[in-house]
């Protein structure tokens, strides 16, 4: 008795079973998703080239400190010089649309994993299974399912880059110090008072490093998603592979590092107390304030 059985063609089944009757579903999805990720993409291929160096490079200042910003304004104009300006905001515009989508889903099913131990280990294999995938596998799907453009490559972005931000909210959550729930009870709280005003605000900065690190695989994922035509610096670097051009590779490869370099400052910094500016603002503020009082104590002491 022979006893094969084809994972492969079980897939199959399973995919064209869905195409076949949830059609009208996946049609609403890629017309959601299309709006989003083509309305970022439209709002920043809008803004002149300068317009947005300056805006990221203020950005910088505020979240980091004037040096990342002189480095943000100088590497976004050798982006520019490089005629890789649309590329990079079309590249991202997907992560960005990416990012958004992952946020929605990803932080309720991280807070209802650290609510509840069974969803919890429900949902941990599926993390496993997408963080562990190679990320070309979900391109086949997303192609199948939605065509070619811009909507599959956020999907198979979203696939591979969510389980950072629900995991880390699940871990940032279970990590709140008991003191402060046992707290937030003894003054009242309601379930949904004390996840929002006790047990968010502490995990914070574990969830923006989940945001963090969903903005980095996102930013990875977007050479990959070039081959279904999501367009964007991954372009760049498919054509500089296919036509074995390393100058044509090179600079697109560079574009995705700079565009890197920045997202994962800025997003860093909104898991600090202290934003960049603000921590100059004071260093200048206290400076003079401690050079007065260290020239004014020699003539203190002679006084006394």
């Not at 084809?6 to 009208?24: C, E, M, Q, R």
């Not at 160096?53 to 200042?61: A, D, E, H, V, Y």
């Not at 600079?251 to 960049?276: C, Y």
Request: hydrophobic share 55%; aromatic share 6%; charged share 10%.
């Amino acid at each position: 008795m022979d006893m094969n059985f084809s994972i492969g063609k079980g897939a199959d089944i399973v995919v064209n079973y869905i195409l076949d009757h949830f059609t009208p579903a996946l049609d609403m999805i890629a017309a959601i998703i299309g709006f989003i990720t083509n309305g970022i993409q439209d709002g920043l291929l809008a803004i002149p080239a300068i317009a947005g160096i300056t805006i990221l490079s203020l950005l910088s200042l505020w979240r980091v400190g004037w040096k990342f910003a002189l480095f943000t304004a100088l590497a976004l104009a050798l982006v520019n010089h490089m005629g890789l300006w649309s590329g990079t905001m079309e590249s991202l515009s997907l992560v960005l649309a990416a990012t958004i989508i992952a946020i929605i889903i990803g932080i309720p099913l991280g807070i209802g994993m650290a609510r509840n131990e069974t969803l919890a280990s429900l949902i941990r294999p599926a993390l496993d299974l997408m963080q562990t995938m190679p990320a070309f596998v979900y391109l086949i799907p997303a192609a199948m399912f939605f065509g070619l453009g811009a909507v599959p490559g956020t999907i198979a972005t979203v696939i591979f880059a969510m389980p950072p931000v629900v995991r880390l909210t699940n871990l940032g959550i279970r990590q709140v110090h008991e003191e402060f729930v046992e707290a937030g009870l003894a003054f009242g709280c309601t379930a949904k008072q004390l996840l929002f005003k006790v047990q968010l605000p502490n995990a914070m900065p574990s969830i923006m490093a989940g945001i963090n690190q969903t903005i980095m695989l996102s930013l990875s994922m977007v050479v990959i998603a070039s081959m279904i035509g999501a367009g964007g610096l991954g372009n760049t670097v498919l054509t500089g592979i296919q036509r074995l051009d390393v100058g044509t590779g090179f600079e697109g490869g560079l574009a995705v590092v700079i565009l890197a370099v920045v997202l994962d400052r800025i997003t860093q910094s909104f898991g600090k107390s202290r934003p960049g500016l603000l921590r100059c603002l004071r260093s200048l503020i206290k400076r003079p304030q401690t050079d007065a009082a260290q020239g004014a104590s020699p003539l203190h002491k002679r006084e006394v």
